[in-house]
């Protein structure tokens, strides 16, 4: 399942941003949002890969990565911002950067 949600991760282009639960509705498991983010966690063991993990935030569009969050907040919100996506205090603007074509 995580290199279905990987291809479904990669459709979304730069500069807008999926929930963990669109991911998982978009690969027909509707409840595994928690999936997605243990597939996500898995990519920290691949120092090289094509996945835009930095594009996926909770459904409230804050950003959550499971891990050390002095380190990986601050480089998934600049990754984000480097594309153009805006935040709203820490929360993306999801009204006009969630992308919905999944």
Excluded at 8 to 17: F, I
Excluded at 26 to 39: C, D, F, H, I
Excluded at 52 to 64: D, F, L, Q, S, Y
């Amino acid at each position: 399942m995580f290199e279905e949600i990987y291809a479904a991760l990669r459709k979304v282009p730069a500069g807008y941003v999926v929930t963990y639960g669109q991911i998982a509705r978009a690969v027909g498991s509707p409840g595994a949002a928690r999936t997605v983010g243990w597939a996500l966690r898995a990519l920290c063991s691949a120092p090289q890969n094509d996945v835009p993990w930095h594009r996926v935030v909770n459904a409230k569009g804050e950003i959550r990565t499971g891990q050390d969050e002095a380190n990986n907040v601050p480089l998934q919100r600049l990754m984000l911002e480097e594309e153009g996506v805006e935040f709203i205090g820490n929360h993306v603007d999801m009204a006009r950067f969630q992308w919905n074509d999944m």
